[in-house]
T-cell receptor, first 111, second 119 residues
Framework: EDKVVQSPLSLVVHEGDTVTLNCSYE??????LLWYKQEKKAPTFLFML????IEKKSGRLSSILDKKELFSILNITATQTGDSAVYLC???????????FGKGTHLIIQP | NAGVMQNPRHLVRRRGQEARLRCSPM?????VYWYRQLPEEGLKFMVY????????ESGMPKERFSAEFPKEGPSILRIQQVVRGDSAAYFC?????????????????FGEGSWLTVV
């Protein structure tokens, strides 16, 4: 089974800090890489990355994909306590119609 | 503007009982996916259904688990003779079209999950 490996598994920072979350993957027939935010309930979609080197941004969050080195990063600048969540990385696979998820990075933002 | 609705949110079952988890997709969505999240693990794909059809059940355990999505009503994930290892969060997701995950904007929307505890 193709793997998705996230690091770190957990991270505690102070409000205002910038964090970088990592996702590496093994894959054949690459289609895309996705990021989700999960706050003890429904995972909510953040980004879908299909092209290498093109940054996607949404407010203080941004993400980029490196298809050559098979990894993606998710950056969060000027973190706020509301950013505390588990951030999930996923790629298509594990079933033709399913997503294979990493274990997630548990991010805690302290006031 | 209801999202994906799952119920019950929490369910406690004794070993050997049956668990039924229901999922109503977003309005207009006819594609449903079930995922399981074990403690300290990532989400794992179980099954993909369209109305009245199981399209991909490659992630479903071979025994005790079944899923359906009838013409009328919610999708149901059924677990017979539950064991402690079935304790997990079960998430349903839906999409408007088949989620190919290769096109911008074509994604799936998750419900808030059903937490099953087997005692």
């Amino acid at each position: 089974e193709d793997k998705v490996v996230q690091s770190p598994l957990s991270l505690v920072v102070h409000e205002g800090d910038t964090v970088t979350l990592n996702c590496s993957y093994e894959v054949t027939n690459f289609r895309s890489l996705l990021w989700y935010k999960q706050e003890k309930k429904a995972p909510t979609f953040l980004f879908m990355l299909t092209s290498s080197g093109i940054e996607k941004k949404s407010g203080r969050l941004s993400s980029i994909l490196d298809k050559k080195e098979l990894f993606s990063i998710l950056n969060i600048t000027a973190t706020q306590t509301g950013d505390s969540a588990v951030y999930l990385c996923a790629r298509p696979g594990g079933g033709a119609d399913g997503l294979t998820f990493g274990k997630g990075t548990h991010l805690i933002i302290q006031p | 503007n209801a999202g994906v609705m799952q119920n019950p949110r929490h369910l406690v079952r004794r070993r050997g009982q049956e668990a039924r988890l229901r999922c109503s997709p977003m309005k207009g969505h006819s594609h449903v996916y079930w995922y399981r999240q074990l403690p300290e693990e990532g989400l794992k794909f179980m099954v993909y259904l369209q109305k009245e059809n199981i399209i991909d059940e490659s992630g479903m355990p071979k025994e005790r688990f079944s899923a359906e999505f009838p013409k009328e009503g919610p999708s149901i994930l059924r677990i017979q003779q539950v064991v402690r290892g079935d304790s997990a969060a079960y998430f349903c997701a839906s999409s408007l079209d088949r989620a190919e995950f290769g096109h911008s904007g074509n994604t799936i929307y998750f419900g808030e999950g059903s937490w099953l505890t087997v005692v």
